[in-house]
C-alpha cells in the first residue's frame, strides 16, 4: 500500500503541475523605474525568527534593502505576510480583502512564500525523541490542493495588476536535526512541493525561485534551533540572495518548436513537455512531430515521470546500451522495473512501434483493461500484447483506425507519444 501511495504521490505531483498550461516566459522585475515591492506568504515572508523571539529582518527586508540601496526601491510592504498561512489563506486573502487588492494594484513586484505550512501542520513531530514523520496517504491530496490554490493565487495576481512581476520562492529541507534514518522520505515530501510549486507557478507565468540547493540536506548552520524549522539571519540571507539573482537575470526564456504549427492537433501535449524538458528541440528549432519516437527516447521521457528506486540498477545486458549510453539508466531502471523486457539487443535507436507503446504506457502507469480482447482484427485471443491493448484502449489512452486494425507494428510518432503521455497522466489524478 505504501507503495502504490508513493507512486501516485510522484505521478500527481507531476501531472497536476504539468497540466494546468503551459509554462510562459516571464521579463525580469529590474527595471529604471523604481519598484514598488509587495511580499505575500508565511512566516518566512514575515520574518519569524529561528530564536522564536517574533518577526525579524525576512528575506524580503533584506531584499527591499537591497534593492533600495541600488535607488530602484520606490516602497515594501509585507504587512500581509501572515505568520502560519497556508496557500488557501493566501489565495483567501486575494479574494476577499479590499486592501490586499488595492496594494496589488499599485505594485511592481510581488513575492510569496507559500505551502510549507500545507504540509507542516500534518506533520507528526516528537521533540523529546527528535523525531518527525508524515503519513503518504496524505500527500497527493495535499499537493493536489497546493496546485489549485496556487493556480488561483497567480491568477488572481494577473488579474488585478498583469504587468506585476511574481516571484514564488522554494522551500528548504527543515528538519536537519532530524535523525538520518527519517529524513529520506520527509527530503522526499519538500522536493516534491518544491516540483509542485515550481511547474504550477511557472505553468502560469509566474518565476519561481529555487532554494533548496543553497541549503542542502543538512542545513543545521541555517537552522540552529533543533525545535524551530526557521532559518537565522544567515538563512535570511541565503534567501534573498536568490531571491534577487532572479530580479536580476529574469527567468530563461521557454524553447519554442518552429514546427508546431497553430492548431495543430497535439501543439498543447507536445509544448508541455517541450516546457518540461521532456522533448527537446534540435539546433534548427523544430521537434518534428511527425517523426517516428525512438525507444530511448521514450524510455527517457517515461524514466523522468515515474517514481522509480534510487539504487543503482544492474547493468540489463543489452549489448548495444553501454552504460556510457546517454539513455543507460532510463533504460536499465525501467527493465528493472518491467516495463521493457530483456534481451540480446534493446535497439535504442529504432522506432517505437505501437504495440510496443502499449506495453510499456500500460505497465509504466499500471493501467488495466476490462479483460475482454480488444476488438482489432490484427489481434488474436492468444497476441501476447492483447492484456496491454485491451488496457490502453479501455482507458482512451490509445485509439484503433477507421479500418478496425490497432496497427501494431506503426510507428508511433511524437506528437503520438506526447499525446499518449499527457492522457496517461490525466489518468492518475481520477
Request: hydrophobic residues 40%; aromatic residues 8%; proline residues 6%.
Amino acid at each position: 500500500m505504501r507503495k502504490n501511495v508513493q507512486k501516485r504521490f510522484w505521478s500527481l505531483a507531476f501531472v497536476i503541475a504539468l497540466l494546468v498550461g503551459l509554462i510562459v516566459p516571464s521579463a525580469s522585475a529590474a527595471g529604471t523605474d523604481p519598484i514598488r515591492y509587495l511580499a505575500l506568504g508565511d512566516s518566512l515572508a514575515a520574518g519569524v525568527t529561528a530564536n522564536q523571539n517574533g518577526l525579524g529582518k525576512s528575506y524580503t527586508d533584506m531584499t527591499a534593502e537591497a534593492l533600495k540601496s541600488q535607488g530602484k526601491l520606490e516602497s515594501f510592504s509585507k504587512q500581509f505576510a501572515v505568520p502560519g498561512y497556508t496557500t488557501e489563506n493566501v489565495l483567501n486573502d486575494l479574494t476577499t480583502k479590499a486592501d490586499l487588492q488595492e496594494a496589488v494594484k499599485k505594485s511592481d513586484l510581488i513575492t510569496i512564500s507559500a505551502g510549507a505550512n500545507d504540509f507542516v501542520k500534518l506533520l507528526k513531530i516528537d521533540r523529546e525523541k527528535g523525531t518527525a514523520e508524515i503519513d503518504p496517504a496524505v500527500v497527493p491530496g495535499t499537493l493536489e490542493s497546493i496546485t489549485k490554490n496556487f493556480t488561483g493565487i497567480i491568477q488572481s495576481l494577473k488579474k488585478l495588476n498583469p504587468d506585476a512581476k511574481i516571484y514564488v520562492m522554494g522551500y528548504y529541507y527543515p528538519l536537519p536535526h532530524i535523525s538520518d534514518a527519517q529524513r529520506p522520505p520527509l527530503v522526499q515530501v519538500t522536493k516534491g512541493l518544491n516540483q509542485t510549486i515550481a511547474a504550477t507557478v511557472t505553468a502560469q507565468g509566474a518565476n519561481f525561485v529555487p532554494v533548496y540547493d543553497k541549503f542542502g540536506d543538512d542545513a543545521k548552520q541555517y537552522l540552529p534551533n533543533p525545535i524551530d524549522i526557521h532559518p537565522n539571519e544567515a538563512g535570511y540571507q541565503l534567501l534573498s540572495e536568490a531571491l534577487l539573482a532572479s530580479i536580476t537575470s529574469g527567468a530563461p526564456q521557454q524553447p519554442v518548436a518552429k514546427d508546431i504549427p497553430v492548431g495543430h492537433w497535439a501543439a498543447k501535449e507536445l509544448n508541455l513537455l517541450l516546457a518540461n524538458k521532456l522533448l527537446s528541440v534540435d539546433e534548427s528549432g523544430k521537434i518534428y512531430p511527425e517523426k517516428a519516437i525512438t525507444r530511448a527516447e521514450a524510455a527517457g521521457i517515461i524514466y523522468q515521470i515515474i517514481p522509480t528506486t534510487k539504487s543503482i540498477p544492474a547493468n540489463p545486458g543489452f549489448i548495444d546500451v553501454p552504460e556510457n549510453h546517454p539513455a543507460y539508466m532510463a533504460i536499465a531502471k525501467l527493465t528493472e522495473a518491467g516495463i521493457f523486457a530483456k534481451d540480446k539487443k534493446f535497439n535504442p535507436d529504432a522506432p517505437l512501434t505501437r504495440v510496443q507503446t502499449a506495453k510499456i504506457i500500460a505497465s509504466a502507469f499500471h493501467v488495466k483493461g476490462d479483460g475482454k480482447i480488444p476488438a482489432y482484427k490484427d489481434i488474436s485471443a492468444t497476441y501476447w500484447a492483447a492484456p496491454y491493448i485491451d488496457a490502453v484502449a479501455d482507458s482512451k489512452l490509445m485509439v484503433g483506425y477507421s479500418n478496425k486494425s490497432f496497427g501494431l507494428h506503426d510507428d508511433t510518432n511524437r506528437a503520438q507519444f506526447a499525446v499518449i503521455i499527457v492522457r496517461a497522466l490525466a489518468l492518475q489524478t481520477k
